[in-house]
């Protein structure tokens, strides 16, 4: 493959006051300064959660002029499937220099709630689950009857995030302490066997990222970043439309990342994988194949893992892909400071849209 | 495979593309029925609605289930979704006999086991489910 992401940045994240318009120009803007590019140089644009028309707005917000764009609406898997489909336009020629971008005022603006805007069937919604809490809930349910483990396995995802994000500053989290299994367990709950600290945050926040050929990428001032494989799979949109909760299409998804990169989950230095809820991370280290069914508990704390702090301690904007794609970039730039991973070469960014109902897996690496 | 069984001409069909209806109409529920889509063609059992058989290309006939099936996963409910909600209650995935899963609800906070046996709540809307060894009762 020859396709390079060369910039990543991220716009103010957490309360910013701030509206989309205006967070989306400084992900674009600062991704690009990054990149040692300017607006002028982009032709191609993806993006989602701006208005009806998402490209056509942000293009004429920011004069772009545009031969390719895509706004796939898929919830936080996107951006992951966002890089296949950047790789393939300018692989094909159709454009030079795309941008990836998303950015949320949700925080700002109060309009996140527990059950609005879900897109359930009728007959599913009229049984009152939180979404999309409680389709997770449940598979957070079967997860622990069917392995025998207890909440404190879904609680050490959300220590290991805070421990995260204690290095991060620009996490939301960062300087509020650290977080003990016990403070999971005894945080309000909300639909059982997950509690608000199983949650993830409800911020402002997003990101860019910028992506051209390998061939320029290596006249850019930022060491570049190379797209190796990519991979996706779309599930279900109902509660009762998944076959097995903890197969998720995470399985599908990476088998067919590791296969168009020619690697496995052993060649991967550095996870970022989306945390919505902390059984999100479980079941997605299993599906890619880190651990096998129920093992996913014994990676937790002891691998390089959402090392921002991820969606549960460091930002979620609504969509957290692209800022998966943000941290993979960073990690194998090696300009993560603190939190670091030493010697990353190879990073994996793994998106999650919806109640599990779609998924997406980008592998990325230092240019050999 | 089996040939499926032939229709039950009590069961008002789906019809054609362009007939379908969207959910179990007021007389279904007034029976008490928990009726399921089948393609006519396959015999395979489709949940949720479909317009057509994914595999036939042919739109499903509604049939009675069994009413019977166990718990796939399950939730206590805590935070209300909105206006008409009254937590805590449980939310369910109900694997059908037939095998297809259905969200539904179950009486009180439980606790629940995956794999319990359940059995539907005859004239239930939306349609509820109960446990197989609680006694009887009509709603």
């Known amino acids: ?368 | 495979m089996t040939p499926p069984p032939p229709p039950d001409p009590s069961i008002t069909g789906r019809g054609s593309l362009g007939e379908i209806d969207e959910q179990p109409s007021a007389r279904d529920h007034r029976e008490g029925r928990l009726l399921i889509g089948r393609c006519p063609a396959c015999g395979t059992h489709l949940h949720p609605d479909r317009p057509v058989c994914p595999e036939c290309g042919v739109a499903p006939e509604r049939v009675p289930a069994a009413g019977t099936g166990e718990i796939d996963a399950w939730t206590v409910v805590r935070r209300s979704p909105g206006p008409g909600f009254d937590p805590p209650y449980v939310v369910a995935r109900v694997r059908l006999t037939e095998g297809p899963v259905l969200l539904t609800s179950l009486p009180g906070t439980g606790p629940y086991r995956c794999g319990d046996a359940v059995r539907h709540v005859p004239g239930s809307d939306p349609p509820a489910f109960d446990l197989q060894e609680q006694p009887w009762t009509s709603p």
Do not use: K
């Open chain 1, 1 to 368: 493959m020859s396709v390079a992401v060369v910039g990543a940045a991220e716009c103010d994240l957490g309360v910013t006051g701030l509206d989309v318009l205006t967070l989306q120009t400084q992900a674009i803007t600062r991704a690009l300064a990054d990149a040692g590019l300017t607006l002028r140089d982009v032709d191609g644009l993806a993006t989602n959660g701006v208005g009806r028309f998402p490209t056509t707005e942000v293009a004429e917000h920011l004069g772009l002029d545009l031969a390719w764009s895509e706004s796939s609406f898929v919830g936080g898997s996107a951006f992951e499937m966002y890089v296949a489909r950047a790789a393939q336009a300018i692989d094909a020629g159709q454009c030079s220099v795309v941008v990836i971008s998303y950015a949320s005022d949700q925080r700002s603006a109060r309009s996140r709630t527990l059950g609005a805007g879900s897109g359930l069937p009728p007959a599913e919604a009229a049984h009152g689950p939180l979404y999309p809490a409680s389709h997770y809930a449940m598979a957070a349910q079967r997860y622990l009857e069917v392995h025998g483990h207890d909440r404190a396995v879904l609680a050490e995802v959300a220590v290991a995030a805070r421990a995260q994000a204690l290095l991060n500053p620009a996490a939301y989290r960062y300087g509020a302490g650290p977080l003990t299994v016990d403070d999971v367990l005894a945080a309000a709950p909300v639909s059982d066997p997950l509690g608000v600290l199983d949650c993830c945050l409800v911020t402002d926040g997003g990101g860019a990222v910028v992506l051209t050929s390998l061939e320029r990428a290596r006249d850019l001032p930022r060491p570049p970043v190379v797209v190796l494989g990519y991979g996706e799979s779309t599930t279900n949109v109902s509660m009762g439309g998944a076959d097995d909760l903890l197969a998720t299409g995470a399985v599908a998804s990476g088998r067919r990342a590791f296969a168009r990169a020619g690697l496995g989950p052993a060649d991967v230095d550095v996870a970022q994988v989306y945390d919505s809820f902390t059984i999100t991370v479980l079941l997605s280290l299993e599906g890619l194949g880190f651990a096998a069914p129920g093992e996913a508990p014994g990676l937790v704390g002891t691998v390089a893992l959402n090392t921002s702090g991820g969606g549960l301690s460091y930002c979620h904007p609504g969509q957290f892909g692209v800022l998966l794609l943000v941290e993979a970039v960073r990690q194998l730039r090696g300009e993560c400071g603190a939190r670091q991973v030493a010697g990353a070469e190879v990073a994996l960014a793994h998106g999650t849209g919806g109640i599990l109902s779609t998924h997406a897996t980008v592998l990325l690496g230092v240019d050999r």
